[in-house]
């Protein structure tokens, strides 16, 4: 397992010295998001963990490799090169064993995560069953991720473009908790509502980290939902949202989007029919998931230590 992975030099002295760290992924910044601001956000992000006193590790797969924290350089190439392919769990052999650029979904990103040994990631907001799911069978390989693998997930909920419902009752099924970070609702992404409860509302990074840390004491695997509502000031209305993601969706259904490419296509064209409001509404909210995820990362390790 080993030969697969490689570490930067900031990543591995952190481990070293058992310092707190938190994992980020990469397909927000190749398939989630438009150059420059994708490569601006992967910066500002790596820096609010490192003011937060944790260490990051933006994760992506490339010469054979998965690589544990990405030089400036290697941000810049995720953020241009169109060749980078979307990878989750599914994907990692074909695109190791080709040499291929790859960048990890939340499910990838945990895989790797687990594998360096890192329990709190950060990011936007996670893959879930989406509408039609019963029809089209389009359940995002981060669901099963999220049932098995130790990594804690601080994002902002899911995405309304998803059947939010239908995607808690699968976390729910699948023993995941859905911890609800300052707040009692589930939030929606883009905005702090979407009608659904979190399973338990907690309100500092130490409690946070004594649920998880008990969760894996107990040898019960798996991750857990860290939801933290994007900022108020940087909320959109939900009603407003909801008009635009029909459209998103009906858009997609008619250019027969299926597969991996639903989740890119749609994040696309609700940001054109925003204006652009929903790119700067994500980038703040995935810095604020960054600053929450940097704190409890920090709460955890000082149990470890
Ligand atoms: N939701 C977002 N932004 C994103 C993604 C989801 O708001 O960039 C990305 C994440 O990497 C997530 C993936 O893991 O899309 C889910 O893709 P799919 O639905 O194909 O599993
Ligand atoms: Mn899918």
Same mark, same amino acid.
């Given at each position: 397992?080993? #030969? ?16 707190? +760290? /938190?994992? %980020?992924? =990469? ?21 609010? *963990? ?10 992506? %797969? ?13 941000? &810049?190439?995720?953020a241009t090169n169109k060749a980078v392919e979307k990878v989750s769990r599914r994907d990692f052999p074909y695109i190791l064993a080709s040499g ?34 019963? +029809? ?7 669901? =099963? ?5 130790? /990594? !804690? ?10 059947? *939010?419902?239908?995607?808690? &009752? ?72 909801? #008009?635009? *993601? ?32 929903? %790119? #700067? ?15 409890? !990362?920090?709460? %955890? ?5």
């Amino acid at each position: 397992m080993k #030969q697969y992975l490689s570490f930067s030099e900031e990543v591995e002295q952190a481990i070293k010295k058992n310092q707190p +760290i /938190v994992a %980020l992924e =990469t397909t927000i910044i190749s398939h989630g998001m438009p150059y420059p601001q994708n490569v601006q956000m992967a910066k500002e992000v790596e820096q609010i *963990i490192r003011d937060n006193g944790a260490v990051p590790a933006t994760i992506g %797969l490339m010469g054979g490799r998965i690589k544990i924290g990405l030089s400036e350089s290697e941000l &810049e190439e995720f953020a241009t090169n169109k060749a980078v392919e979307k990878v989750s769990r599914r994907d990692f052999p074909y695109i190791l064993a080709s040499g291929k650029i790859g960048a990890t979904t939340v499910a990838g990103t945990m895989i790797a995560a687990q594998l360096a040994g890192i329990k709190i990631f950060a990011t936007g907001g996670i893959g879930g069953v989406h509408r039609e799911g019963e +029809i089209t069978w389009d359940v995002s390989a981060d669901l =099963t991720e999220l049932a098995q693998t130790n /990594v !804690a997930v601080v994002c902002a909920g899911a995405k309304s473009i998803l059947d *939010i419902g239908r995607t808690l &009752e699968y976390l729910e099924t699948q023993g995941v908790p859905v911890i609800g970070y300052k707040c009692s609702e589930f939030p929606s992404f883009y905005s702090r509502e979407s009608g659904y409860s979190v399973d338990f509302r907690l309100d500092t990074p130490e409690e946070t980290a004594a649920v998880l840390d008990t969760k894996w004491k107990l040898g019960l695997n798996g991750g857990a939902i860290i939801a933290n509502p994007v900022p108020e000031a940087d909320a959109m209305n939900f009603a407003e949202i909801e #008009q635009v *993601i029909l459209q998103a969706l009906e858009e997609a259904k008619q250019n027969r989007i299926t597969g991996k490419q639903v989740t890119p296509f749609i994040l696309d064209k609700v940001k054109q029919l925003t204006g652009g409001k929903s %790119l #700067q509404t994500n980038i703040a909210l995935v810095k604020h998931n960054a600053e929450v995820a940097a704190k409890i !990362a920090v709460a %955890l390790q000082a149990k470890a230590n």
